[in-house]
C-alpha cells in the first residue's frame, strides 16, 4: 500500500489554522491524519507502514510522525488516536483511579515503557496503556492534544446507532495483528474485548466462539467490518461462510456532508476512527 495525501487545491495557502481541528492517528496498520472545519474535511493524510515492523521502531516513527511541521500550526483542537492492544472497558460504577493499575493487571501486564491513561465514554471508562515516550512528545510538542484510544470514536459511534435497535449487532474492527470486538443486545454492550491473531484461521476461530458463548444466531445477527479488511479479503469471505448478514461500515451522513467530491467513501471504513472524532 502506497502513501495517500487528498487535500484541497489552495490548502497549502491557509494561514488561519485557529478554526481548524486536526485528529490524527497512530496505529501499526500506518499513520494517518485528517484536517476539518465545521462544514468540510481539509486535508487526509496515510502512511502505511511495514507488516512485521518492531514495536520499538513503531513508537520512534510515530514520535518522527508527531513532529510534522503542519502540526505545528495553531489548530482550535487535537486529538490523537492511539493503537493499543491491552485495553480494558470499566463500568462507570466500578471504576476508581487509586485502584486502576490493580484491576487493570487482572486482565494485561503493563510494560515498563507504558503507563496508563484513560477516556470516559457515555457509563463507562476506557482504560489503556500509553507509551509513555509518546506521551512525553505529545506533551512537549503537540501540548494541546488529548490522546485517546482508537476504539473511543468506533464504541462512541456504535453506541449511538445500535440505539433502538432490539436485533443483535457485531462491530469489528481489524487492527494489523489484532482485532476489536463490540456485542450488542437489545441496544445494550454486552461483550467487548480485543483479540490476537496471526492469521484469518486464528481470527474466524475467535468470532465463532464468541457466536457461540454468547448464544448469537447466525442469521439473525448484522455483522459490521471496518479497519484493515475489503469485500475481496479472506477476513470478509470467511464470516460470511457462517453469518448471513455481513457488511463493511458505510459512510454516514456526518461523512457524506463533509466530504464533498474530496475524499472517496472507499476509505471511510477503513478509518473511521478517525472520521469520527471531527
Not at 99 to 124: C, G, P, Q, T, W
Not at 223 to 236: C, E, N
Amino acid at each position: 500500500m502506497s502513501i495517500i495525501s487528498i487535500q484541497e487545491r489552495n490548502f497549502n495557502t491557509n494561514k488561519n489554522f485557529n478554526s481548524l481541528e486536526l485528529s490524527i492517528q497512530l496505529s501499526l496498520n500506518g499513520f494517518s491524519y485528517l484536517i476539518s472545519d465545521s462544514e468540510r474535511y481539509r486535508a487526509f493524510h496515510f502512511e502505511p507502514l511495514p507488516i512485521d515492523i518492531f514495536y520499538d521502531d513503531f513508537v520512534s516513527k510515530a514520535a518522527e510522525f508527531l513532529e510534522k511541521e503542519i502540526f505545528q500550526n495553531s489548530f482550535r483542537k487535537i486529538s490523537i488516536l492511539f493503537s493499543s492492544f491491552q485495553s480494558i472497558l470499566l463500568p462507570e460504577v466500578a471504576f476508581n483511579v487509586n485502584n486502576l493499575r490493580k484491576m487493570f493487571e487482572v486482565s494485561h501486564d503493563i510494560n515498563d515503557d507504558d503507563m496508563l491513561s484513560y477516556n470516559k465514554i457515555a457509563d463507562f471508562y476506557l482504560v489503556f496503556t500509553l507509551n509513555s515516550y509518546i506521551s512525553s512528545v505529545v506533551a512537549n510538542s503537540l501540548n494541546k492534544a488529548i490522546v485517546y484510544h482508537h476504539s473511543f470514536p468506533v464504541i462512541t459511534k456504535a453506541l449511538v446507532e445500535v440505539k433502538n435497535i432490539v436485533d443483535s449487532v457485531v462491530w469489528i474492527n481489524i487492527q494489523t495483528a489484532f482485532f476489536d470486538i463490540l456485542v450488542f443486545k437489545n441496544s445494550k454492550l454486552v461483550f467487548s474485548n480485543s483479540f490476537r491473531y496471526k492469521n484469518v484461521s486464528d481470527y474466524i476461530f475467535f468470532v465463532m466462539n464468541i457466536f457461540e458463548q454468547l448464544k448469537l444466531h447466525p442469521l439473525r445477527t448484522k455483522v459490521l467490518l471496518m479497519g484493515k479488511v475489503q469485500h475481496d479479503s479472506a477476513y470478509f469471505h470467511s464470516v460470511c461462510t457462517f453469518i448471513k448478514d455481513v457488511q463493511l461500515l458505510k459512510p454516514d451522513e456526518l461523512f457524506n456532508q463533509k466530504s464533498g467530491n474530496l475524499i472517496d467513501g472507499f476509505y471511510y471504513h477503513q478509518h473511521v476512527g478517525l472520521f469520527s472524532m471531527i
